[in-house]
């Protein structure tokens, strides 16, 4: 939800207030949320920011000294020091400046070539009336998703696709790929939307709009293929050591300021860390758990808050009916791009907001190696051939809930959606992967999930998070992240290196077994081999011994069970209403098919095939369509 918005126009069209007060308010959901616009006539152009009034609280617009250049900016700069320290060299002037001055100085003395200066998470937009130009563009990973839609007369954008619709005077048109990725990957991929007219800002992209002649220009400044990988000769004692130097300076930074902080902690090692890590910085966070009560989350969670001296707030998941509840919110903020599988911790956001100000979140599972995002027989493929094969096979079975399979995608879609939408999936993914192909296979499955699995699927449970309160993402801080990359594979696989960080600086919360595996987190063979004996010993004896068992689920939810039970009858309002069979995408048939195989029980992770349904129709109501 927050972001920049706003219309370059042409025509200089009369009716831009209008439209930009209406875009405003379509993006307003809850009584702290914060906007403002300006209009300029004249330039054919009006701005807008939205936001919840923690980050870049001023008041928005700003104006360069002359006022020909005009800025809309959230989010917020950090390691802004060096820029400051150029600046100052170059033209002089205070230091203590606001992020969207320092912005306006940049951009002053590099021009559009200040974004390769600009380090942290946002979105911007610039009227520049000397040069008759309105520029969009975003840091290097997309932490801001951004919706926009160009011809030759008027460009429009903003954080939610709702608000595009105020000025979009034509029938929408379903972009056939989109839909057949959505249904087997869960997610988009590339810049694609629902919809044909409209796209998304990639990551790490500078976008020029000319309002003389509406011509449209996009520009990557980065990406992670320009980094170099470290020498061979660097040892596993070195990678730890400096890994470690380099997250306790990304945490410090997500540390700064007198916000109320805390951490969404499971029992999983990117949360432990980032709470560890702050602990150990003096700023204890708050943490906030959801879950099954006895799941592994909560467990370990409530374990971890307590050896860190955290005050610890639990959530319990006690049946799915919060789902049915909480599921429309989902679909406002999120517009269909994140099913209401992925809206974990929704029902919390009221309570987190009273109590912390910023979640310092995680997200870093992409960032330390892992089998589940680069297994070993992907990495090593024997050529690309094999590479995309199992790339695509990942995608749509082991990167979320199994998605549609071929069977089951070709006698799902009616005609004539059948014949546009069968293997078009798998002719998207391939074209999407083509842009990384120069780049080795380790580092081209890095790189293609950050932009795909990150940027169209992870960064949204940020975005309806941002909704309440602030986010801070140390993972993706660029020193920690490109040096994450640049790793020998085999000194980062299976998070050596995070678990060795974990396990050297943060003994307190290393003691604590891990989510995936309940054991402690420990480096080198022999001390994980001594933990899995002494789990096992202690399954026997609680086997023989405990009069009840201690089993704990190692989900957090039962989301499969649920659908069965709790939503069934949400479901089939929606899978089988006039209005979804209506458009003609599903054949009648096929979709009971389904519905019933899991209404069985008989097979596990349906429920990923069936929840992007039941969220695109969703969707297609949310936008009046």
Not at 106 to 134: P, T
Not at 198 to 207: D, E, R, S
Not at 595 to 604: F, P
Request: hydrophobic share 40%.
């Amino acid at each position: 939800m927050s972001g920049v918005f706003g219309i370059a126009d042409v025509t200089k069209a009369s009716d831009l207030d209008r439209i930009i007060s209406t875009m405003a308010k379509r993006q307003t959901h809850y009584s702290w949320h914060q906007n403002s616009q300006t209009v300029d006539e004249r330039a054919g152009a009006a701005l807008g920011r939205i936001g919840i009034g923690i980050f870049n609280p001023g008041t928005q617009p700003i104006h360069s000294g002359d006022r020909a250049v005009t800025l809309v900016f959230s989010g917020e700069l950090t390691k802004t020091e060096p820029l400051r320290h150029a600046l100052r060299a170059t033209n002089g002037g205070s230091s203590r400046v606001i992020d969207e001055e320092l912005i306006l100085a940049a951009y002053a003395h590099w021009g559009v070539k200040c974004m390769e200066q600009l380090h942290g998470q946002f979105i911007l937009a610039i009227l520049d009336r000397n040069k008759n130009v309105l520029i969009l563009a975003n840091d290097r990973f997309g932490l801001y998703p951004t919706y926009y839609r160009a011809d030759r007369r008027r460009l429009i954008f903003a954080p939610e696709m709702k608000a595009l619709l105020s000025a979009i005077e034509e029938p929408l048109r379903l972009r056939m790929d989109a839909l057949a990725e959505y249904f087997r990957f869960q997610r988009l991929l590339g810049s694609k939307t629902f919809f044909e007219e409209i796209h998304v800002l990639p990551p790490a992209t500078i976008l020029q709009y000319h309002l003389s002649s509406g011509e449209l220009s996009l520009t990557r400044y980065w990406d992670l293929g320009q980094t170099k990988p470290l020498p061979a000769t660097i040892s596993f004692d070195e990678a730890v050591e400096e890994g470690e130097r380099l997250f306790s300076q990304a945490i410090g930074v997500a540390a700064e300021g007198s916000s109320r902080i805390g951490v969404y902690l499971s029992g999983g090692l990117d949360s432990r860390g980032i709470a560890g890590t702050l602990a150990k910085l003096g700023r204890t966070p708050q943490t906030f758990t959801f879950g099954q009560p006895g799941c592994r989350d909560e467990h370990y969670a409530r374990q971890i808050a307590g050896a860190i001296g955290a005050h610890h707030h639990f959530y319990p998941y006690l049946d799915g009916k919060w789902i049915e509840q909480y599921a429309p919110v989902h679909v406002q903020l999120t517009e269909g791009f994140h099913s209401w599988l992925h809206m974990h911790g929704i029902n919390m956001l009221a309570d987190v907001r009273q109590s912390i100000d910023i979640n310092v979140s995680g997200l870093g599972d992409l960032l330390w190696p892992d089998s589940q995002f680069t297994p070993p027989h992907l990495i090593s493929a024997p050529d690309d051939i094999a590479f995309s094969s199992i790339f695509f096979e990942l995608y749509h079975q082991k990167y979320s809930w199994p998605g549609l399979t071929y069977p089951e995608e070709y006698v799902l879609y009616a005609e004539p959606y059948r014949q546009q939408l069968v293997g078009a999936a798998y002719d998207s993914f391939q074209t999407e992967l083509r842009a990384y192909s120069h780049l080795p296979y380790a580092i081209r499955a890095a790189a293609f999930n950050l932009t795909n699995h990150f940027a169209r699927h992870l960064v949204y449970h940020v975005v309806f998070g941002r909704s309440h309160v602030e986010y801070r993402l140390p993972y993706f801080d660029l020193e920690l992240l490109t040096f994450a990359y640049r790793l020998p594979l085999e000194i980062g696989l299976e998070r050596r290196v995070q678990k060795g960080i974990i396990s050297r600086y943060l003994p307190r919360v290393a003691r604590i077994p891990a989510t995936s595996d309940e054991l402690p987190v420990v480096e080198g063979v022999q001390s994980q081999r001594m933990a899995k004996l002494l789990k096992r010993m202690r399954h026997q004896v609680e086997r023989y011994l405990a009069p009840v068992s201690t089993h704990r689920s190692s989900l957090y939810a039962d989301y499969e069970g649920w659908l069965r039970t709790d939503l069934r009858t949400w479901a089939e309002s929606i899978l089988f209403d006039r209005k979804t069979l209506d458009r003609g995408i599903f054949a009648r048939d096929a979709l009971t098919s389904l519905w019933a195989r899991h209404l069985t029980g008989n097979e596990l992770w349906t429920v990923g095939k069936i929840a992007s349904i039941i969220t695109f129709e969703m969707m297609m109501r949310e936008l009046n369509q």
